[in-house]
């Protein structure tokens, strides 16, 4: 960024309200989630690997963002799912501590909260985002796959024409799904997403080292980062494929507790100057955030396809294992003869 235009990019962020900020802008969910896709093991299903579907992933994980605008509701409803606001105690804005066990619901998780004096509209609940899609991710997955083998074995043309055509569906679907986990796996990369500290160090929080108070957020996720990270950096950065022996949940609290513990090092290095033009200091700040963001996604991704082969799909459900094997068939369940 030009130090002139400077002023100008803080002006307006000053009328940005925190629950609208974009993290990392459009150029970095869109090479964070390009990165993930490229980056997956052959085990994935082909279509999903394919130049065109990773494109178009790549914009997909954009869309959280941009569907803000939409309307009252629809934004108060959506904005806080992209963050979750951790002060300096560990504790989500003095109510639960950010900790495993997530509780297990969203509505405990409030209940919390609300017992705290405040709700997850103010203090974010990024964490359940994440699961959620994970969880839709997992569910998708397992639809496509005893489609796949319906669709192989079926001999009625018309039962076969449907699988086909519901396959081509759950595909489109399954897309969509990736995007909105990739966008909030994002999300929890950007340390300013994880934090009371979110855009200028938090004004009710003791500061003795003297962070900076001004709003930063947009200019380092958004100007910053396009100007000094590329595809190929990042994926030359990610890490190798890392699976957890462990519940989505307690993978999403790790997760986020590691961007969470870059956020006092982020007000150092913005302190010291680094994020400064090109800065190679903060330059590879912005690089090991990014990188991890698409690890994460790539990894998580493999975890819900292996997942979904011990799920179950349709009503009445029918097991993935059962359909895959040809010990069942799932027509009655998927068509829903109910």
């Not at 500290?197 to 962070?211: E, S, T």
């Not at 998580?300 to 082969?309: G, L, P, T, Y």
Request: charged share 25%; aromatic share 10%.
């Amino acid at each position: 960024m030009r130090i002139a235009t400077l002023p100008l990019v803080l002006a307006a962020l000053a009328i940005i309200s925190p629950s609208s900020a974009l993290a990392w802008g459009g150029h970095g969910h869109r090479i964070i989630g390009v990165a993930a896709m490229e980056a997956l093991p052959e085990e994935i299903p082909a279509f999903l690997r394919d130049p065109t579907a990773i494109s178009q992933i790549g914009e997909l994980s954009r869309e959280p963002d941009r569907s803000k605008g939409a309307g009252k509701i629809h934004d108060s409803n959506r904005d806080s799912a992209h963050f979750v606001d951790i002060d300096d105690a560990g504790l989500v804005m003095g109510g639960p501590r950010f900790e495993k066990p997530l509780a297990p619901t969203r509505a405990d998780y409030e209940a919390q909260l609300q017992a705290a004096g405040t709700d997850s509209w103010k203090a974010g609940y990024l964490q359940y985002s994440i699961v959620d899609q994970y969880q839709q991710l997992t569910l998708d997955f397992a639809y496509w796959r005893v489609l796949v083998a319906a669709e192989a074995r079926e001999t009625d043309p018309g039962r076969r024409a449907w699988y086909a055509a519901d396959r081509a569906l759950r595909e489109g679907l399954l897309k969509m799904t990736i995007g909105s986990l990739s966008h909030y796996v994002a999300d929890g990369a950007q340390p300013l997403h994880t934090t009371v500290h979110y855009n200028g160090w938090n004004a009710d929080y003791p500061n003795p080292k003297g962070y900076t108070t001004a709003r930063i957020h947009g200019l380092f996720e958004g100007e910053f980062t396009r100007a000094n990270v590329d595809l190929a950096e990042l994926k030359a950065a990610m890490s190798p494929l890392r699976l957890c022996d462990c519940a989505i949940e307690d993978r999403t609290v790790d997760y986020i507790l590691a961007g969470f513990a870059e956020v006092e090092p982020f007000y150092a290095l913005e302190k010291a100057g680094g994020f400064a033009a090109a800065d190679p200091r903060g330059v590879a700040f912005v690089l090991t955030r990014t990188s991890a963001g698409a690890s994460e996604l790539r990894d998580v991704i493999v975890e819900a396809w292996r997942d979904s082969a011990d799920s179950q799909v349709g009503w009445r459900p029918v097991k993935v294992a059962d359909v895959e094997a040809g010990r069942v068939d799932p027509f009655d369940a998927l068509f829903s003869i109910d």
